[in-house]
């Protein structure tokens, strides 16, 4: 069980948990494990990153390791960076969708791709053993990166088809949520000839526009703008650029899960016969859009880190999670809100029907999701708690309560943040409802009663 890596990385609060001596010490754990350089660090938009960057590069050239510095970037495109321009690993600096007093640091591996569980925990044991390179025959030194945001800009348009896109003259609301995205999604839809309006474009790591994780309840300005400027399509990105949750023509904000099923559908027409990485957590319509074109489903744990590093070995063409990161294996199998924006443009180009229309015509799906805040120690004994009751349910990940594949609620301890989620699949928005209460009810008595909170 890991001790400091969570879902995604490690993550904790500047100054209090995250301090720059641990990043120092932690830094030194990762270039023993990476070995040797170069490696390419990047960060988010966040006020902590300039000078935690500045941290982990002194690290690494403390254990003899040579480093680039690629500045601001968003996380796809410091990853897809890591992978084209030949570097040995890469340091990411961010919390992702986390509130702005936290900040986090998530090593990227020499193929483009979160390092596996695995190799999370060798870098935890060299930490805690204090079991780093000493005392190397030279130091190392820090350069500059300059062409992460080209390479990764390039490298999305290649993916698409271009000059159709073009041709359609397609108009693109970004909200870019004050993150990363701004110094590469804009760029793109210039690139590839989409009129654009921007929503919280200026990079600001307080995120003072919606906060940094898009939600349906946040994105009402991205709403009434598609539905004001007459727009094709909206998206909204999480802090460091790798999430994003669409808008369609009618202003109607779209699930991760939604938005990928479309996508899913629109990519294995084109590539029957391939493969599709998810989580648990995510709905049950994905496996009825695969079985259209004589494609396989494979389930995770919750976590990009599970899907992706599903993908590389499966070489899957598709993997995405409920919370709007979708991963295309041609480009890199990574989260990726930019490609993912890409994909969705050359959607509309080619189908040349609305959005609204795409997902009109998707098997019926009612999905959601909710959070009760509850300490680390506490959601452990919850889950315990719901085992003993639940003696048939799937625990791979937290705990599965499934009636038949179309209703099913799922609990598990975040990896992130100190509160439970509750994820939830019915037949009908009705029975969601009721599902989901039923359980967020039977969360909190449970962590609210006197016996549980006090006996071992």
């Not at 480093?67 to 030949?86: H, I, R």
């Not at 924006?341 to 509309?348: G, T």
């Not at 048939?392 to 975040?414: E, F, L, Y």
């Not at 994820?423 to 989901?436: N, R």
Request: hydrophobic fraction near 35%; glycine fraction near 8%.
């Amino acid at each position: 069980m890991a001790k400091f890596f969570g879902t995604n990385g490690i993550r904790g609060v500047f100054s209090e948990d995250f301090t720059l001596e641990f990043v120092h010490d932690m830094t030194l754990a990762i270039a023993t494990y990476f070995k040797k350089g170069p490696i390419l660090v990047g960060y988010d938009g966040r006020e902590s990153s300039p000078i935690i960057s500045k941290v982990v590069c002194s690290a690494l050239n403390y254990a003899g390791i040579d480093c680039n510095n690629a500045g601001l970037v968003p996380t796809p495109c410091l990853e897809y960076a890591v992978k084209k321009l030949g570097y040995s690993g890469g340091i990411m600096i961010t919390a992702s969708h986390n509130p702005p007093q936290y900040n986090g640091i998530k090593p990227v591996a020499k193929d483009g791709v979160e390092i596996s569980r695995e190799d999370e925990l060798i870098i935890e044991d060299i930490f805690l053993k204090k079991n780093w390179i000493k005392n190397p025959s030279k130091w190392g030194i820090t350069g500059k990166e300059d062409k992460a945001i080209d390479i990764y800009v390039n490298g999305v348009i290649s993916q698409v088809d271009s000059q159709k896109i073009k041709s359609k003259n397609l108009k693109v609301v970004l909200d870019l949520g004050n993150g990363a995205q701004a110094v590469t999604a804009p760029t793109f839809c210039k690139s590839i000839g989409c009129e654009t309006i921007l929503i919280n474009e200026k990079i600001n790591g307080l995120f003072p526009g919606r906060g940094s994780e898009p939600t349906p309840q946040n994105l009402s300005e991205l709403s009434k703008t598609v539905q004001k400027n007459n727009a094709d399509l909206g998206i909204a990105f999480d802090g460091d650029g790798d999430r994003s949750i669409f808008c369609d023509n009618n202003g109607e904000i779209l699930s991760g899960d939604k938005s990928a099923l479309v996508l899913t559908r629109f990519i294995l027409q084109k590539n029957p016969n391939s493969l599709v990485v998810t989580c648990l957590n995510s709905g049950s319509s994905i496996e009825l859009v695969a079985n259209e074109f004589n494609s396989q489903v494979i389930r995770t744990k919750v976590g990009s880190v599970e899907v992706s590093r599903k993908m590389v070995p499966t070489n899957a063409l598709i993997g995405f999670e409920e919370n709007g990161g979708f991963m295309f294996g041609k480009h890199n199998q990574v989260r990726d809100g930019c490609m993912t924006l890409a994909l969705m443009l050359e959607l509309l180009a080619t189908n040349q029907k609305p959005l609204s229309e795409e997902t009109s015509s998707l098997p019926p799906s009612f999905t959601t999701k909710d959070k009760v805040s509850c300490s680390q120690e506490n959601s452990k004994k919850l889950i315990q708690s719901l085992k003993k009751e639940f003696t048939s349910s799937d625990t791979t990940d937290g705990i599965k309560i499934t009636s038949d594949p179309k209703n099913w609620v799922m609990i598990r301890p975040s990896g992130t943040e100190p509160i439970i989620r509750i994820y939830g699949e019915a037949e009908s928005q009705q029975k969601l409802d009721a599902l989901m209460l039923k359980y967020i009810q039977k969360a909190r008595s449970i962590i609210s009663d006197n016996t549980f909170k006090t006996n071992p």
